[in-house]
């Protein structure tokens, strides 16, 4: 009769057990931190997209062009504070009348934090840099990207998908780009009835920059920004 096989004994030194215990507290001080610097941003649009967009390219231009709108109709613009499509969602809400808001995650590579933040606010952990998006956004704008912004997308899908979150307009910009994914989701994920057919309508392909805009004013005509107690009561548990 074989053996059943045993994982091996931990060799991790005590040092090490502590030190994990210990991040706890940096945790926590990265969620009271970032909590108190941004309660008083309201309401805020948060803008997702690649790194890797230089300043020439035309998706850059076209987040630049709807964050600049957003900020001049009355939204913080909340992105990642680093290069490309965040610094192009920084930018245009810096030279507009509202707040652009940086939430920069210290990196080995890629990440550098851009200039156009009226608010920086900076991150060890990812998980702790998604609530953040979360808890504040009213609206999400999803511009092409990797697979960060695809993480982004999908965290932010499925907290309203479950009523972790209010509902909010989910908006991808890029028919080109994001079109492919979206008939998968029709041909694969619908037909398999891994998702509901109301959780397809989550989700808004719009490319014009005015009617972004109008698609997030649209949402709110009836119910309001302001969340109600439920809402609130709910976001506690993100």
């Known amino acids: 009769m074989k053996e059943t096989p045993k994982l091996p004994t931990s060799d991790i030194p005590e040092a090490w057990d502590a030190k994990e215990a210990w991040r706890v507290f940096g945790i926590m001080s990265e969620f009271v931190s970032a909590t108190d610097r941004l309660a008083h941003i309201h309401p805020a649009v948060s803008v997702f997209g690649s790194a890797r967009m230089k300043p020439d ?30 610094e192009a969602a920084n930018k245009g809400a810096f030279y507009g009348k509202s707040p652009s808001v940086g939430l920069n ?20 952990h990812f998980f702790a840099r998604k609530v953040m998006f979360v ?5 999400y704008v999803v511009m092409p990207g990797g697979f960060g912004t695809l993480d982004e997308l999908m965290e932010a899908l499925t907290l309203v998908q479950t009523g972790k979150t209010r509902r909010m307009p989910i908006i991808l910009v890029g028919s080109k780009f994001w ?3 979206l008939d998968w989701f029709r041909t694969s994920l619908l037909e398999e009835k891994v998702i509901s057919p109301g959780d397809i309508e989550l989700i808004q392909l719009i490319d014009n920059p005015l009617e972004v805009v109008n698609a997030i004013f ?15 009561e709910r976001q506690l548990y993100l």
Do not use: W
Not at 74 to 81: D, E, M, Q, R
């Open 179 to 181: 079109g492919g994914m």
């Open 57 to 86: 390219h035309p998706y850059y231009k076209l987040c630049e062009e709807i964050s600049r709108l957003l900020s001049d109709a009355g939204f913080s613009v909340i992105s990642g504070g680093g290069p490309g499509i965040m």
């Open 135 to 139: 808890k504040f956004a009213h609206a």
């Open 218 to 232: 649209k949402h709110y005509e009836s119910s309001g920004f302001e969340p109600t107690e439920a809402e609130r």
């Open 105 to 124: 995650i210290q990196l080995p590579h890629e990440q550098s934090n851009n200039p156009y933040q009226n608010i920086s606010q900076s991150f060890h």
